[in-house]
């Protein structure tokens, strides 16, 4: 990769990334504006309404609810959609996801490496900034594990003709380097940095400040070294990380509420402005599924060209903690549908928004609210 | 609200096609890149007089378009992630250096794209680059690093099949 910084200035310019415009693309716009305006006028009113509504059914059901020993009776939707737990006009939460779970660290068990137990692989640059790091990947060809751990004792870069340039301990980005025990065929490596863009006051002076160094002499912490081919620019200096070795990616548990299955049941019709439906979360697995870190969810509608609605809300968990083993709640839903909207027919997209989000997807007849 | 009106259209036609330029370069798609724009200036239309008066409408453009971009990746990066750039290809019809590393940059994070459209095609500082991602400027050198590394290794030629040097001395 001769030059990646040309080839990218190259790529990038107002020539290769131009695209057409249209003449009316101000009018598009301002009609987005609009419809978004009246989206928002929609859900609010729907929120204050719901607000209200929930307010006289709790003055009303509440009684019959403490004499019937606490059980809430299911409020129809729909004549035939019934629902637990009522639906909350409130903003999704911040994403949560289970924390990965760290490797266990290497053990430190094994005598230190020598030389001829590792074979040196090739050097890596990665390039940023003007800061190089270059990588030198070792794997132990021995039939024993070895330590690879620690800074070695001496790296220095070297040119015939010049002085050898010795690195100095710790990297720009502080990375050490993790060591341990290097089992037999496994991969260990060591880190160096050069900098190409040293003020000139940090410069080496003369020709080894733009000299190419043409190989690096690496002393290990047992003593034994060797020597390989890099192509160091060491005019600004050399820094040396920790001997590491490779160390398995942390696992990530899978997000529980991702086990849900969604069913979406919506009326027959939903007249545009505010509408209501029903989705139910099952959950087919063993283990209880706990909402404790309560999710958002997704709810898109759209009949393949541009969509009328894309929202976003919290799932009330305010009432189920938790969704038993192979058991269902049934949630409602409701939708802002812009009231100049198309009728026809629509796909009513509905995903938790978890892990491995849980979607399902529903036809429905949108018609007109009848106003304008 | 006449004049507020007037002012925003008129944003919308002189800096469009600048944006789209923009958003293409972030995303490599041109549908995407015109969906955000679109997106992200509805946005903007929604609180127009205050953004305006704040001084500088177009940085809050483009800062809603790449957050709209990030949020879409995290939203679909199931279907998109990959664990490594795609193989290179090895047979006939080897692509131009322009088309394969256009579609290189297409694999990367959007926020170490981002940082490579801030740096290669708006020529930004690092301190810039920082302060419209929202984080520190070693974060965008390290995402720089992150990104051209990747780049390379995926250009480089293939490894000669004794790819490793001679056992130590």
């Known amino acids: ?372 | 609200v006449d004049a507020d009106a007037a002012a925003f259209d008129a944003f919308v036609r002189a800096r469009l096609p600048a944006l789209l330029r923009f958003a293409h370069a972030l995303t490599g798609d041109p549908h995407t890149a015109a969906d955000l724009v679109q997106d992200a200036l509805e946005r903007t239309g929604m609180r127009w007089d205050r953004i305006e008066r704040q001084g500088d409408p177009e940085g809050y453009v483009r800062r809603a378009i790449l957050n709209g971009r990030v949020s879409r990746w995290r939203k679909h990066r199931r279907e998109t992630l990959v664990d490594c750039v795609p193989e290179r290809v090895t047979s006939y019809e080897v692509p131009g250096r322009d088309d394969q590393l256009w579609q290189l940059l297409a694999t990367l994070p959007p926020r170490q794209r981002a940082v490579l459209v801030l740096r290669y095609y708006e020529d930004l500082s690092e301190a810039q680059i920082a302060d419209i991602l929202g984080c520190a400027p070693g974060t965008v050198k390290s995402q720089s690093s992150k990104a051209l590394a990747k780049l390379r290794v995926a250009l480089s030629p293939p490894a000669p099949t004794t790819e490793e040097a001679p056992c130590p001395t």
């Not at chain 1, 015939?160 to 990297?171: F, K, N, Q, S």
């Open chain 1, 1 to 372: 990769v001769p030059d990646l910084d040309r080839a990218l200035r190259d790529l990038l310019t107002d020539e290769h990334l131009h695209l057409p415009t249209r003449p009316d693309a101000a009018r598009i716009v301002r009609d987005g504006v609009r419809r978004r305006r009246r989206r928002r006028a929609i859900v609010v009113s729907t929120a204050a309404a719901a607000t209200v509504g929930a307010v006289i059914a709790a003055a009303t059901t509440l009684p019959a609810a403490l004499n019937a020993g606490g059980h809430h009776p299911a409020t129809p939707v729909q004549p035939t959609l019934r629902y637990d737990v009522s639906w909350v006009g409130i903003a999704p939460p911040t994403a949560w996801s289970p924390k990965p779970v760290p490797p266990p660290p290497p053990t430190l068990d094994a005598p230190r490496c020598l030389a001829d137990q590792l074979k040196v692989g090739p050097a890596v640059e990665n390039d940023g900034g003007g800061v190089i790091f270059t990588t030198i990947r070792l794997r132990n060809i021995s039939s024993h594990p070895c330590q690879l751990v620690g800074t070695p004792a001496r790296v220095a870069a070297q040119a015939p003709g010049l002085p050898d340039v010795v690195a100095t301990r710790g990297l720009h980005l502080d990375s050490g380097g993790v060591g341990g025990d290097l089992p037999p065929g496994h991969l260990g490596y060591l880190t160096v940095e050069t900098d190409r863009d040293c003020s000139p006051s940090n410069a080496r002076g003369g020709a080894s400040s733009t000299g190419t160094y043409t190989s690096l002499s690496v002393t290990l912490p047992s003593g034994s070294s060797f020597n390989l081919p890099a192509k160091l620019n060491a005019g600004c200096g050399l820094l040396t990380g920790g001997l590491g070795v490779d160390v398995p990616p942390p696992t990530t548990p899978t997000d529980a509420r991702s086990h849900l299955i969604a069913i979406v049941e919506t009326p027959r019709t939903m007249r545009a402005g505010s509408a209501s439906y029903v989705v139910t979360l099952s959950n087919p697995t063993d283990a209880a599924i706990s909402l404790r870190h309560c999710p958002g969810y997704l709810e898109d509608l759209s009949n393949g060209g541009l969509g009328a609605v894309d929202d976003r809300y919290a799932l009330n968990c305010s009432q189920v903690h938790a969704i038993a083993p192979h058991t269902s709640v049934r949630y409602q839903m409701r939708i802002g549908i812009p009231v100049d909207v198309t009728p026809g027919t629509y796909t009513l997209r509905w995903s938790l928004l978890v892990g491995h989000p849980v979607t399902m997807s529903d036809q429905v007849t949108v018609v007109s609210s009848g106003r304008r």
